[in-house]
């Protein structure tokens, strides 16, 4: 738990607060935490829950002692809090499910006005705590944080401590394997944290680079049971993606920024990068490829299952999704075809109640104030469709213009492919293709590719310079069909973005590019 969240908590208790909300689902740090408040406040502490009653903290399940089964009731459960005459913390556990309840909503109330004359004070405990309206003014609702990378720190080297106290292993780990592993963990609770280290250690009896994937694993099963994240694992490598030399420079000088030695220097975390070009030409695969290339788990933001049909659910799914990356970061946050998702957010007020718009809102704005290593990756194919607040300084650290390859990507974008498909790169003249390919996007050579491959399995023979012809020359580009709206798009990104491969003077095909510094 972060020292502000714990402090919060304890002045609330100090300034007698009656009624105090905590989100969380660890009971047993929360516990913790305030048993040491009270301890240090000199007051009693009672737990509760529905099932034992008023209870003691560490009585054993099984024991009767130390728990009051009379108290199961939430109407006397809250009378035993009235009863009680000494200063006291009073913990009840998942007692919203009782809030809808009219009488046990009325009795609550009614002793929250009792306890502000008093030392004690009532705080209920819930993993997702749905106050009604009639509590918004009486209860006091604080976030309990997840383990910060000291609090996991501390537990892995208590892990490793304790597993060479009970065996005749000699665990060490390095600390460049453990800042990987606590920043890999960062975003789980301690429970789940000490299960994965554990689980580690005992499948292999070691802790090493190798196994930051299987921390990562825990994350992934928390954002499968979210709705409106995606998660992908760090699996593509820069080495599949083919030129684009600049973004990829700038993209791992950005790396260097999630390091403690960044931190310590006063660097704040990378925000972002805006990806705005052509279709096909490798937007979403650098954002696949940079998961891979920072080994960090890529969450794919779908924002059509943001939109819920409640009036004012939408609005809490996004503030959700972006808590659940801000929970799990160091993380990528990628928003594909971002054009698409908040091209409603103009004419929000007339078309749905300005419900995109607000949504909108709360995206940018905190994209604007975040300081979570959670780094933003959005791609954009149409730009007249974006919001100019989106493009505004301070949203992202960059914005970049992806264009059509050039030839030497060309050729490197083919070798990649036939490659990753016949584990060579193939030893015929590629000049005649690249020369053919001139406005081609990396997707486009990818299917012609296949489409070479599949000839070449029809005819049972080896790949050929002749069957990629064939292949290349049955594809009408997109940059033939959409010829001005890709200029016009060139002309855009000519002084207002930064390009993604450098302009290489290569005959008459450089023409494409050169309108970019008009």
């Known amino acids: 738990m972060s020292k502000s969240a714990m402090n919060e908590l304890e002045v609330l208790i100090r300034a007698r607060y009656p009624l105090i909300g905590v989100e969380s689902y660890e009971e047993g740090r929360v516990t913790s935490v305030l048993k040491k408040i009270a301890d240090s406040r000199n007051k009693r502490i009672e737990l509760w829950s529905a099932s034992r009653g008023f209870y003691a903290p560490g009585a054993s399940l099984e024991s009767k002692q130390g728990s009051d089964q009379s108290t199961t009731d939430p109407l006397n459960a809250l009378d035993h809090v009235v009863k009680i005459m000494e200063p006291s913390l009073f913990v009840l556990f998942d007692f919203h499910h009782y809030l809808n309840n009219p009488t046990v909503l009325r009795k609550l109330r009614e002793?929250?006005?009792?306890l502000k004359t008093s030392y004690k004070s009532l705080i209920l405990v819930s993993p997702c705590l749905n106050v009604p309206s009639d509590l918004d003014k009486e209860i006091t609702i604080v976030e309990f944080d997840l383990?910060?990378?000291?609090?996991?720190?501390?537990?892995?080297?208590?892990?490793?401590k304790e597993i060479n106290?009970?065996?005749?292993?000699?665990?060490k780990v390095g600390a460049e394997v453990r800042e990987?592993?606590?920043?890999?963990?960062?975003?789980?609770?301690?429970?789940?944290?000490?299960?994965?280290?554990?689980?580690?250690?005992?499948?292999?009896g070691r802790l090493t680079m190798e196994d930051v994937p299987k921390v990562l694993e825990e994350k992934e099963k928390l954002i499968k049971r979210s709705g409106s994240l995606e998660y992908f694992s760090p699996q593509e490598a820069f080495a599949s993606v083919g030129g684009l030399e600049s973004l990829k420079g700038w993209l791992d000088r950005r790396?260097?920024?999630?390091?403690?030695?960044?931190?310590?220097?006063?660097?704040?975390?990378?925000?972002?990068?805006?990806?705005?070009?052509?279709?096909?030409?490798?937007?979403?695969?650098?954002?696949?490829?940079?998961?891979?290339?920072?080994?960090?788990?890529?969450?794919?933001?779908?924002?059509?299952?943001?939109?819920?049909?409640l009036v004012g659910s939408s609005e809490g799914n996004i503030r959700q999704a972006i808590a659940l990356a801000e929970s799990v970061a160091p993380a990528i946050l990628w928003v594909d075809e971002v054009e698409k998702a908040f091209s409603g957010s103009k004419s929000s007020g007339s078309s749905d109640s300005g419900t995109?718009?607000?949504?909108?809102?709360?995206?940018?704005?905190?994209?604007?104030?975040?300081?979570?290593p959670v780094f933003v990756m959005a791609t954009a194919n149409d730009i007249s469709?974006?919001?100019?607040?989106?493009?505004?300084k301070g949203r992202f650290d960059e914005i970049f213009f992806v264009d059509l390859p050039q030839e030497r990507e060309r050729e490197e974008i083919l070798k990649i492919h036939i490659q990753k498909r016949s584990g060579a790169p193939g030893s015929f003249d590629y000049g005649p293709i690249i020369r053919r390919t001139q406005g081609f996007s990396g997707a486009e050579l990818e299917e012609a590719v296949i489409s070479a491959m599949f000839a070449a399995f029809e005819k049972d023979e080896e790949l050929s310079k002749k069957l990629l012809l064939e292949a290349v020359s049955e594809t009408v580009p997109l940059s033939q069909t959409m010829a001005e709206e890709i200029e016009s798009l060139r002309r855009w990104a000519g002084g207002r973005?930064?390009?993604?491969?450098?302009?290489?003077?290569?005959?008459?095909?450089?023409?494409?590019?050169?309108?970019?510094?008009?």
Do not use: H
């Open 165 to 171: 106290e009970k065996s005749e292993l000699n665990l």
């Open 111 to 114: 002793v929250g006005a009792y």
């Open 147 to 160: 383990p910060s990378a000291r609090e996991l720190g501390m537990l892995l080297d208590e892990t490793v």
């Open 255 to 309: 790396r260097l920024g999630f390091s403690e030695k960044a931190q310590s220097r006063g660097l704040p975390y990378p925000k972002g990068v805006l990806l705005i070009g052509v279709q096909g030409c490798g937007k979403s695969l650098v954002a696949k490829a940079v998961s891979g290339r920072w080994q960090m788990p890529l969450l794919r933001l779908d924002v059509g299952r943001v939109f819920s049909s």
């Open 356 to 372: 995109t718009a607000r949504v909108f809102g709360n995206f940018i704005t905190w994209l604007q104030e975040k300081t979570s």
């Open 180 to 204: 990987r592993l606590v920043s890999a963990a960062l975003g789980l609770t301690w429970d789940e944290t000490e299960n994965v280290f554990s689980r580690i250690l005992v499948e292999g």
């Open 385 to 392: 469709e974006l919001p100019a607040e989106f493009l505004r």
């Open 497 to 518: 973005t930064r390009l993604a491969t450098p302009i290489v003077e290569e005959g008459p095909q450089v023409n494409a590019v050169r309108n970019l510094e008009l």
